[in-house]
């Protein structure tokens, strides 16, 4: 840790203190630091988008109620933008969303904050696009022998994604997989890592959230719960096809940035999951999305 923020650290936490490294699969480096006085968060190496939430945004997504963690000291080093943010424990249960119907609740609010969200820097909102080289990258976890196919199928997804996904119905927070979410000893939970908020379909939002590779059925269920939260033009049978696209999205998004090595160590597991089930999964998905 860098002996400055030391200083900036020591008048929360006080001494003596503890630093624990917490692994992630991507993303800036996380350190939980606990002390005799409390425990904080120090995050470095993050994008000025994230800082800029924390500085600039959080208290006015908080109004909409969706919570996030309280910016207790920001700053730059060198080529490094940090914060210091409030501790709130990680929600670890592997929870289903039957049993945490407030998760879904947030994710609707900050769907509608996107008419009034101009309050937002549009240089910190982030892109969401699917290029072809994330395809190519992807691909390159496959034996020859399976990649023509996986190409067209994916290709063919690629084309939806384009019409659909990435269109700004909505602000989206991109990435709140079950990992992003804490929660305060009054139950409410909070949604960490604001590296990749910007406009989408809330499909991307909902897609994240489920672990593994869901079905049509998972995703109905998901549709279903949502638009329960939230008025909305789509019906549930549509809302759930694209939030499995938005989950093949996702995933070739995950395989491209194992690719180019952008992933820690802690995304093995993942990759060695996709690559094992990700051929027979695409064709159940192209066969719903594009020949039924």
């Not at 470095?44 to 006015?60: G, I, K, V």
């Not at 604001?194 to 499909?203: E, I, L, M, N």
């Not at 993942?270 to 159940?284: C, E, H, N």
Request: charged share 20%; proline share 9%; aromatic share 10%.
């Amino acid at each position: 840790m860098y002996p400055d923020l030391e200083q900036v650290l020591v008048p929360f936490v006080g001494r003596p203190y503890r630093e624990k490294r917490v692994q992630g699969v991507g993303g800036p480096g996380i350190t939980e630091i606990a002390g005799p006085l409390a425990t904080v968060v120090a995050k470095h190496n993050l994008t000025l988008a994230e800082q800029h939430f924390y500085q600039r945004y959080r208290s006015q997504v908080v109004r909409y109620g969706v919570d996030a963690p309280r910016l207790l000291a920001s700053g730059y080093f060198p080529d490094d933008a940090w914060v210091v943010l409030e501790f709130v424990p990680p929600l670890l249960e592997k929870f289903r969303w039957s049993e945490r119907p407030d998760v879904l609740t947030i994710l609707a609010h900050l769907h509608h904050i996107a008419g009034e969200s101009r309050f937002i820097d549009p240089h910190d909102l982030y892109a969401f696009h699917w290029p072809d080289t994330l395809t190519a990258d992807a691909l390159q976890y496959f034996p020859k022998t399976v990649v023509p196919s996986l190409r067209e199928r994916i290709t063919a997804c690629q084309a939806m994604a384009h019409q659909v996904l990435f269109q700004p119905m909505a602000l989206i927070h991109g990435d709140p997989n079950p990992t992003n979410w804490g929660i305060r000893p009054s139950g409410q939970p909070v949604l960490f890592d604001w590296s990749r908020y910007g406009y989408g379909h809330p499909a991307i939002d909902l897609a994240i959230t489920i672990p593994g590779l869901p079905h049509l059925p998972e995703t109905q269920r998901i549709a279903q719960a949502y638009l329960e939260r939230t008025p909305d033009a789509q019906t549930a049978s549509q809302l759930a096809r694209t939030i499995g696209l938005a989950k093949i999205w996702s995933a070739v998004e995950f395989l491209s940035m194992g690719h180019r090595e952008k992933l820690s160590s802690a995304a093995g597991r993942g990759i060695a999951m996709l690559t094992a089930d990700f051929p027979k999964w695409i064709a159940y998905w192209h066969r719903v999305l594009v020949t039924e």
